[in-house]
Structure formats: C-alpha cells, structure tokens
C-alpha cells in the first residue's frame, strides 16, 4: 500500500516531538549504563564478602566450604558477562539515537533559520558519535565491570591455582572481554540502526493490492 503524502505541518509536528523523545531515549540508555555499573558494583561486593566469610569461616571451623565459595563467585563472574553485554547492547543503542539526533539537527540547521550560523559548530554528524571511543564516559564504565569481572575470575581460581596464574587469568579476562566488546562495536559502523541493531536490514515493503 503506498503512503500518502504527509502535509508540510504534520510533518514538522512529528519530527519535532520525535526530537524530544529521542532525547529522552537517549538519556534513558545513558542512565542505563551508570546504573547496570552500579548494581554490577553492589552485586560484586556483596559476593566477594560473602566468599571472604566462607573462606574465613571455613579455616576457623575446619569446615570446607570452599567450593561453595568458589560456585558464588563463578556465579557472579557470569553475571558480570552478562552485565557487560548489556553495556555494550546500550552503548549501540545511544550512539544510534545520538546520530538521528544529529541528522534532525543537521536539517534544521541547512536552512539557517533567523540566520543561525551554527558558529560552535553544534552536533550535525551522522557519523558521530563512534560506536566505540575510547575516551567516553560509557566506555569507561565498560572499563570498571571489566575490571570487576577480573577480579572475579581471580576469586574463582586464587584457591586452586597458583598465585600467578590466576592473576595471569585475571588479566586474560581483561583482554579477552574488552578486545570482545570493542570489535563488536566497531563492526556496527557504517551501518543502518536495524543492521547496527538487529543484525539485518528492515524487510523489504511490499505494495499491496487495493
């Protein structure tokens, strides 16, 4: 079925009230991020100290209750997996709302309404922000949980490995998880949101008959 022609006024009406939700979106997956590493922080430190407990409890006692220990922080190491997939699926989903941001503004601006000369040089870029940057502040989120999930790994070990190698592990994991998330997110540029989203372009729309 082909689409009607939308009048100059409903249009101008839609794009500026997708341009404040769009905000608001964008702000949302911001939040997302700050909060997933806060929760992610709470989380491991409630583990580790329930494990130092256990680990105490067990050389006072003489109760083994080591692996006990060992399967919460595992448990925790694979949450904090999965809190890192998050981050990076929500940095994905900001940098796209952020670029559809800057082509609405990009329009707006072509016209140089009331004279408006754009001198600051305010966002207009499709492609900007980068999917990955090295130097955000979500980045350096990821950072944090990746360094948390490190840690973690290393409780999970530190009792049956040598010192050493755990540590070693424990940097492994590091380089493993970030160089993970950062060539995920470079593989999303230069791409359309449903390709950078969902991994394939929006079906092709298909007239139907009247």
């Keep these: 079925m082909k689409a009607k022609e939308v009048p100059d006024e409903a249009a101008e009406k839609f794009l500026d009230r997708d341009f404040n939700q769009c905000f608001?979106?964008?702000r949302h997956y911001d939040g997302q991020i700050l909060d997933?590493?806060?929760?992610?922080?709470?989380?491991?430190?409630?583990?580790?100290?329930?494990?130092?407990?256990?680990?105490q409890f067990s050389t006072k006692e003489d109760v083994n209750l080591i692996p006990?220990?060992?399967?919460?922080?595992?448990?925790?190491?694979?949450?904090g997996v999965v809190m890192t997939t998050l981050i990076v699926r929500n940095r994905v989903y900001f940098?796209?709302?952020?670029?559809?941001?800057?082509?609405h503004r990009r329009l707006f601006l072509q016209k140089k309404p009331f004279g408006f000369e754009n001198v600051v040089g305010m966002y207009t870029s499709?492609?900007?922000p980068q999917y990955f940057n090295w130097r955000s502040s979500q980045s350096l989120f990821l950072?944090?949980?990746?360094l948390l999930n490190s840690i973690m790994l290393l409780a999970v070990l530190f009792p049956y490995c040598w010192l050493p190698f755990s540590i070693g592990a424990g940097l492994l994991s590091i380089v493993v998880h970030l160089a993970a998330a950062i060539s995920y997110l470079n593989t999303r540029d230069q791409k359309?949101?449903?390709?950078?989203?969902?991994?394939?372009?929006?079906p092709t729309e298909i007239e139907l008959p009247r």
């Design 36 to 55: 997933i590493v806060k929760f992610t922080f709470t989380t491991y430190t409630a583990i580790l100290g329930i494990t130092i407990g256990l680990y």
């Design 95 to 103: 940098v796209v709302v952020a670029r559809y941001i800057n082509e």
């Design 143 to 146: 950072y944090i949980v990746v």
């Design 68 to 79: 006990v220990g060992t399967a919460i922080t595992l448990v925790g190491f694979l949450f």
């Design 126 to 128: 499709t492609s900007n």
């Design 192 to 202: 359309t949101a449903d390709k950078a989203v969902f991994g394939r372009e929006k």
């Design 24 to 26: 608001t979106q964008m």
